[in-house]
Structures are given as C-alpha cells and as structure tokens.
C-alpha cells in the first residue's frame, strides 16, 4: 500500500497554481508510541491555507518546501498506539493533504461522536468553518432580534453559516456574494434576506442602501478591501465588526494602503474585532453541540463543492481565491 501525499513544490507566487505541488508516492508512516495512524477520508481547502504556504501578512510558519502541505482532514483511525483511541474511530485534525498520517494526540481536534451526520460535515458546517461562523457570530457580532447583519462572502463555508446563524438569534440578514447564483443561494438555500452582487459592475454602497435601508448593526467580514469600506459607510450607531478574514484583499506585501476605517468607528462608537477560531478551543464543544442541534432542527444548511481524487487537490486553493467553489471546497480521497 502507498499513501499519496502533495508536496509543496514552489513558493507560490499569487494565488497558489497546481504548479507549486507536486503528487508524491510515500509509504504508510511508522506508528511510533502513544501516536494513531489515521486514514484520511475527505481533506479541506481553506483560504487560510494561502498564508500557511506563505503568502505574507500571516502568524503562523509557513509550510516548508518539499513537505507535505498542512490541512484539516477527517479520517479513521486504522492504528493506534494510544489508548484514549481505537481503530474505527472518526476523528478530525490537521492530518495534511495525504492517504495515511501518524500523528500524535495533540494533532487530532475531535473524535466524531456518532455516525449521525456525513464525515464531511465536520471540515464545514460541524467543523472548523461553523465553529468559525458561530463564534464571530455569537462573541463579536451579538445580534439582537430585528437588527441587520451583513456577511460577506455570503454564499461561502463559513459566510453561510454565519448567516444562517444570525437569522436564527432573529437579525434580518444581507451577503454579500460574487454572482447572480451565489446570490440566489444566499436567499434561496440560506435563507437571507437579501443579497448584494459584488460583480454586478453596480456601486456596492448603492446595493447596500436598498439592501439594509435602516443601517448595518452587525457585520461579519470575510474580505477586507473595497466591499468592507462599503459596508462600514452603513453602519449604524453602536455596531460590531467581526473580522474574520481578508479574501479580498490581493496581497500584504508591500502592506496596501485603503480607505481610513477610524472615523467610521469614531462617529459609529463602532466594534471591529478580528478572531482566531484556534484560540477558542474550550468552546468548541459547546459551538459544536448547538451547531448539531440547528443542522438536526433544520435551521442550519450547507452546500459542499466536491474534488474526488488527491491528485484534484493541487488545483483547489485557486478554485477559492477565483470564486469558483460553491460552498465548502473538500477533496475527497479515492
Ligand atoms: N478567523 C478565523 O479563525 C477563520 C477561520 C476560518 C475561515 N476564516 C476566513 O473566512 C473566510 C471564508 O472562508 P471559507 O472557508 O468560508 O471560504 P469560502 O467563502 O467558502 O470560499 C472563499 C470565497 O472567497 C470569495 N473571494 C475570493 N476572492 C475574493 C475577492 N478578491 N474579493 C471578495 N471575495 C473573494 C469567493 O466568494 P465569491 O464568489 O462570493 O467572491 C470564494 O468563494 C476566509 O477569509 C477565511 O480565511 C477565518
């Protein structure tokens, strides 16, 4: 048996090119003490991962040439040296973008309790990008029933969740989305109550106006740039900004210069907080069981993109930075 690993191959230059990896043949890693040997079953594409291959602006270290590339991945534990694991087990970590990792406990987020919903799920919705999506939401956002709450990247993982999850606190919703069809989804599958074509060619504050007429009272900011200088020229008195991510902006070095955010918050008495979901790992069980409680009551929804097939996976980082995923980009491993 092989285990089919992506290497970085290149230093992306940009947005990150199949060009940058290479498909590797390595062998089922030794099992050393206290460590599990899991088989990766679907692995994640995720923005961040961008920065994790070296992109400037980030705070953790980059990915080193020729090792196989960090990311989430859901898979089954096969071996274990370990007894707080069994072979059976569904557990969620940073198992890499490989068939087989021998990790050590501390690699691996949770152990799926029940079969009761796809693996899937636990690499978005129940995973990293809903805890993400309900953390935003509930510690920075804090929408009060009846106010507006806008998100950007709207139609995507994380966007749609929080979303969906200011809809369910009671907020009238607005996202932002590239394209009519992301924002027929925002309305249609998530439930919003309006959308915003970013690419419509149109003024996004023009948009905005008709979209949260009375003012923008919570804001979840998945993109930074030119469609957040927008939406801070709405906000209304005492409102919060969750920072969640940067996708709109092309790079940090040299750092861009922008739109001066300060009197918005001045005149606004305005909130802007950026989070990192990895600090919040004492409240990932707590975000997960609500989370499973809102995706059994049916009040919680996601929509997956699908790569089948490890060698898909050097081109996915581009599908994200070009819009072309529809929901939470995972690659599924033969
Ligand atoms: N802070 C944290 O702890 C944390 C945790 C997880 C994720 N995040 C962040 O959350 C954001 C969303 O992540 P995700 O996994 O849910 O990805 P996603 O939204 O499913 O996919 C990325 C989306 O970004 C949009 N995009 C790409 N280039 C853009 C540009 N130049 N301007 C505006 N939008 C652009 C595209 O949507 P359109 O087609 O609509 O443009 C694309 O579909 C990312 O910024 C990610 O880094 C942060």
Redesign the pocket.
């Known amino acids: 048996l092989k285990n089919r690993q992506v290497i970085l191959r290149a230093r992306p230059v940009g947005i990150p090119q199949a060009s940058d990896f290479e498909l590797r043949d390595g062998s089922i890693p030794d099992v050393a003490h206290d460590q599990i040997l899991v088989r990766n079953r679907v692995l994640s594409v ?3 991962m961008r920065i994790w291959l070296g992109m400037p602006g980030g705070y953790v270290e980059p990915i080193a040439l020729g090792s196989v590339i960090r990311s989430f991945a859901v898979g089954e534990v096969v071996r274990s040296r370990h007894s707080d694991f069994l072979p059976g087990d569904k557990v969620v970590g940073l198992f890499g973008w490989q068939e087989f990792a021998a990790v050590d406990p501390k690699s691996i987020l949770w152990k799926i309790p029940s079969e009761e919903f796809p693996l899937s799920y636990s690499l978005g919705v129940l995973g ?2 809903g805890i ?1 999506a309900y953390l935003g939401m509930t510690l920075i956002c804090r929408p009060r029933a009846g106010e507006t709450v806008v998100v950007s ?1 709207g ?5 749609s969740g929080a979303g969906q999850i200011a809809g369910i606190l009671g907020a009238r919703v607005v996202g932002i ?3 009519p069809e ?1 924002c027929r989804r925002c309305m249609e599958d998530f439930g919003f109550h309006a959308a915003v074509d ?1 690419k419509a060619g149109a003024s996004i504050d023009d948009a905005l106006s008709q979209a949260a007429p009375g003012g923008v009272d919570a804001y979840f900011d ?2 930074a ?1 030119e ?1 957040s200088d927008a939406v801070r020229r709405h906000l209304n008195v005492g409102a919060r900004i969750a920072l ?5 902006v092309a790079g940090w070095s040299p750092w861009p210069h922008g739109e001066r955010v300060e009197r918005h918050l001045l005149n606004k008495r305005a909130l802007m907080q950026g ?4 600090d919040h790992v004492e409240r990932y069980s707590e975000a997960l069981e609500r989370l499973g409680q809102w995706v059994r009551d049916g009040n919680l929804t996601c929509s997956e993109h699908v790569l089948r097939g490890i060698d898909r996976a050097p081109e996915a980082i581009a599908y ?2 070009e ?1 072309r ?1 529809h ?3 995972l690659i599924e491993v033969g």
């Open positions: 995720d923005p961040a990293i990008n993400a990247t139609a995507g993982a994380v966007g989305a590239g394209g992301k970013y998945n993109t740039g469609i969640c991510g940067t996708s709109g989070f990192v979901v990895t994200l930075y819009g995923n929901g939470k980009l």
